[in-house]
C-alpha cells in the first residue's frame, strides 16, 4: 500500500453469517440491440434480442456470489413468468432469498434496454407494477442485516430509508445506489456509509457545477465515500474530503447496460477486503469496464481473475 494512502475508514462487522444483503427490485428484462434508436414514426428491425433477468442489486450480487462471497437478496418478484424467470436465476447462483415475498396475481417488473450497436450505449424503459414493492410492514429486519454490507437502491425511498437506519444500527455497512435526488435522499445519505452515482446526480443534489465540489458537498451530509461514474471519462471519488480521479479502462464496449451494477459490486469487493478506498475503486473500474464488453447484465459478470488481472490488484 502506498505510504500516503490510508487505509480503509470502515469498520466492518466479523459476526455477520453473509457478506453482503442486497435490498431493491428485480426486473425482467427485454434487451434490444438496434441500428441507431430511431426517432418517433421510425421502423427497424432488430439486430439482437435476449430476454433475460435483471436489476441494479441482484446484478450486483451475482456478481459477488460468483465471486466467493456469501449473498442474500430482499425483494418482492411478480407471480409471472418473468418473477418465476428472475426467483429461479437468484437460487441458482446460490443467494439466500428468505427476506422475500411473491405477491400473487401481480406482474414482475419489466425493462426494455435499447442498446445502441455502435456505441453501446444504452437506453432504459421500465414498468413497475402498482402494489409490488414490499411495504414497511413486511420487511425482516434479521433478512436486512444479516450481512457485513447491505446495497440498496432507492426506488422505494421509505422502506430504502428504514432498511438503512436498521443496517447502520446494526453496524452494517450501507452502499446506496440512487439515480435520482428526491424528497428524502438527505435522510438516505445520513443512513449510507458510500454512495456511488452518475455525476448528473451529484450536481443536480448539490447544486454545485463543479463535480468534485458537488461529491465534498455530499460527504457532508454523511457518507464518507462519495463516488461519481463518468463512462469512459473513468470515476471521481470525494474520500472524507480527499478528491481521487480513477482513470477509465479501455475496453470495446458492446452493452453499457451493467457497468454502473458491476463498479457498485466491485467497490463493495474490496471494501469488504479491507482494501483502500482507492484501490477498491479501481478495481469496480475495471469490473465495469469488462462488464461492458459483453451483451446483457448477468451474462457480462467477468471472472473475479481477469477483473484482478485487469485492475492489477
Not at 417488473?109 to 442498446?115: D, G
Not at 402494489?131 to 450481512?147: M, N
Not at 477498491?280 to 484482478?308: D, H, Q, W
Request: glycine letters at 12%; one cysteine or more.
Amino acid at each position: 500500500m502506498k505510504a500516503d494512502v490510508p487505509p480503509s475508514p470502515f469498520r466492518l462487522r466479523s459476526d455477520a453469517r453473509l457478506d453482503v444483503v442486497g435490498f431493491g427490485f428485480n426486473t425482467h428484462d427485454h434487451v434490444c440491440v438496434v441500428r441507431r434508436p430511431g426517432g418517433l414514426g421510425t421502423k427497424q428491425r432488430l439486430r439482437t434480442y435476449q430476454q433475460m433477468p435483471g436489476g441494479q442489486v441482484p446484478t450486483a450480487l451475482v456478481a459477488l456470489q460468483r465471486w466467493g462471497l456469501r449473498t442474500g437478496y430482499v425483494g418482492p418478484f411478480g407471480d409471472d413468468a418473468g418473477g418465476r424467470a428472475q426467483l429461479a436465476a437468484l437460487a441458482a447462483e446460490g443467494i439466500e432469498l428468505s427476506g422475500c415475498r411473491t405477491r400473487t396475481a401481480t406482474a414482475s417488473q419489466t425493462s426494455v434496454i435499447l442498446v445502441d450497436e455502435a456505441s453501446g450505449e444504452r437506453t432504459v424503459l421500465w414498468s413497475r407494477p402498482d402494489g409490488l414493492a414490499l411495504s414497511a410492514d413486511e420487511l425482516d429486519r434479521a433478512s436486512l442485516t444479516a450481512g457485513r454490507a447491505l446495497l440498496l437502491d432507492a426506488a422505494d425511498v421509505a422502506t430504502a430509508r428504514l432498511a438503512a437506519s436498521w443496517a447502520r444500527a446494526a453496524g452494517v455497512l450501507v452502499m446506496l445506489d440512487i439515480d435520482e435526488p428526491g424528497p428524502q435522499t438527505d435522510a438516505l445519505l445520513r443512513h449510507s456509509d458510500a454512495v456511488i452515482v452518475a455525476g448528473q446526480f451529484a450536481r443536480q443534489y448539490t447544486g454545485a457545477a463543479d463535480l468534485r465540489g458537488a461529491l465534498r458537498a455530499i460527504t457532508v451530509h454523511g457518507p464518507p465515500l462519495a463516488a461519481a461514474t463518468l463512462g469512459a471519462g473513468g470515476a471521481v471519488a470525494s474520500l472524507a474530503g480527499r478528491i481521487v480521479y480513477v482513470p477509465p479502462v479501455r475496453v470495446a464496449v458492446v452493452d453499457t447496460t451493467s457497468a454502473g451494477d458491476l463498479f457498485h459490486a466491485g467497490c463493495l469487493y474490496g471494501l469488504l477486503h479491507g482494501w483502500d478506498p482507492e484501490r477498491a475503486l479501481r478495481f469496480a473500474s475495471a469490473a465495469a469496464a469488462l462488464a461492458c464488453t459483453i451483451l446483457g447484465g448477468r451474462p457480462s459478470v467477468p471472472p473475479l481473475s481477469a477483473v484482478r488481472d485487469l485492475a492489477g490488484v
